[in-house]
Nanobody, 118 residues
């Protein structure tokens, strides 16, 4: 599974940004796609995920501000980020997961930097 993310950049606090992530390769078994982020000196944390059935999950710090969605083919996910705060500055990683009886296979994209300035 290959994941190609795009859309990061510099934005002022209070502004908006949209990230995209397109999957390719052996994606038939992928059940979920989404985003995690990692700020300098911090652990990677959940931002948002969406299952192939459309069930969404958000990290507490982004609820009400970020919206995750996917295309009809479930091959691309989008993250609409609004009301951005300085603390949203991080490298955002696209992820895809295959949940199966033996466990979870998780795949990661290369990361895209989001910088929120004052």
């Amino acid at each position: 599974v290959q994941l190609q993310a795009s859309g990061g950049g510099l934005v002022q606090a209070g502004g908006s940004l949209r990230l995209s992530c397109t999957s390719s390769g052996s994606i038939d078994s992928i059940n979920e796609m989404g985003w995690y982020r990692q700020a300098p000196g911090k652990q990677r944390e959940l931002v948002a995920t969406i299952t192939t059935g459309g069930v969404t999950k958000y990290g507490d710090s982004v609820k009400g501000r970020f919206t995750i969605s996917s295309n009809n083919a479930k091959t691309t996910v989008y993250l609409r980020m609004t009301s951005l705060k300085l603390e949203d500055t991080a490298v955002y990683y696209c992820t895809a997961a295959d949940f199966h009886p033996r466990g979870i296979d998780r795949f990661w994209g290369q990361g895209t930097l989001v910088t929120v300035s004052s």
